[in-house]
Nanobody, 117 residues
């Protein structure tokens, strides 16, 4: 099992920044991709950014140039730096850990990000 705990969400004005953190624990040896997803009210959950165990990153077009995903392997923590936030970035942000070997996905409890105009 893998446990994920997110933090760092909150209320921010448009143009502001937040840094989200996701601390992983448990059987993390099996995890090869970690990512951030978000879900706005009435919409499907969507991938925001991901980072592989080799450090390769991937971003949704809507956040390219504004968000940066990174990791601290010593702390088993993944970060999402969100800059130039827009009201349409408002959503619950979820941390995800994917194990291709185990064919499993693990999810955090989510953290709310609200961007006011």
């Amino acid at each position: 099992q893998v446990q994920l705990v997110e933090s760092g969400g909150g209320l921010v004005q448009a143009g502001g920044s937040l840094r989200l953190s996701c601390a992983a624990s448990g059987s993390i040896f099996s995890i090869n991709v970690m990512g951030w997803y978000r879900q706005a009210p009435g919409k499907q959950r969507e991938l925001v950014a991901s980072i592989t165990s080799s450090g390769r990153t991937n971003y949704a077009d809507s956040v390219k140039g504004r968000f940066t995903i990174s990791r601290d392997t010593a702390k088993n923590t993944v970060y999402l730096q969100t800059n130039s936030l827009k009201p349409e970035d408002t959503a619950v942000y979820y941390c995800n850990a994917h194990s291709t070997f185990m064919s499993r996905d693990y999810w955090g409890q989510g953290t709310q990000v609200t961007v006011s105009s």
